[in-house]
């Protein structure tokens, strides 16, 4: 059985920084379409980083420079590095895996699909940034 196990998160103050991860604890992770969300008080979930089997990286204009999404295959384990957080990046942050999306459509599926149709997601850990 595959599931996404996540750590980190907490709180900060404006400026600081978080790290998040994502343990993979399964099997022929390394070809997965790996992704980070935000949901806010409004409740839907936006694409924050998106991570391609080659290691191509996109992200939300709003974090650009700011945040770094890395994966390391061999421990299976999927990072957001949060540097110089800011109180809009408050959140519940989400990590998603989806072994069936390849190349470019992992940031289409990040960005453009507001299915939510992910076929693994962590639990969940909450970021407070206060000012």
């Known amino acids: 059985q595959n599931f996404l196990e996540q750590s980190g998160g907490g709180s900060v103050q404006a400026g600081g920084s978080l790290r998040l991860s994502c343990e993979f604890r399964?099997?022929?992770?390394?070809?997965?379409?790996m992704a980070w969300f935000r949901q806010g008080p409004t409740g839907g979930r936006d694409g924050v980083a998106s991570?391609?089997?080659?290691?191509?990286?996109t992200y939300a204009e709003s974090v650009k420079g700011r945040f770094t999404i890395d994966r390391d295959n061999v421990e299976g384990i999927l990072y957001l590095l949060m540097t110089n957080l800011q109180p809009e990046d408050s959140g519940t942050y989400y990590c998603?895996?989806?072994?069936?999306?390849?190349?470019?459509?992992?940031?289409?599926?990040?960005?453009?699909?507001?299915?939510?149709?992910?076929?693994?997601w962590g639990k969940g850990a909450l970021v407070t940034v206060s000012s």
């Open positions: 399964g099997y022929a992770h390394s070809g997965y379409c």
């Open positions: 991570i391609e089997s080659g290691h191509d990286t």
């Open positions: 998603a895996a989806d072994g069936m999306v390849t190349g470019s459509a992992c940031r289409q599926k990040t960005f453009e699909d507001a299915s939510y149709d992910w076929r693994h």
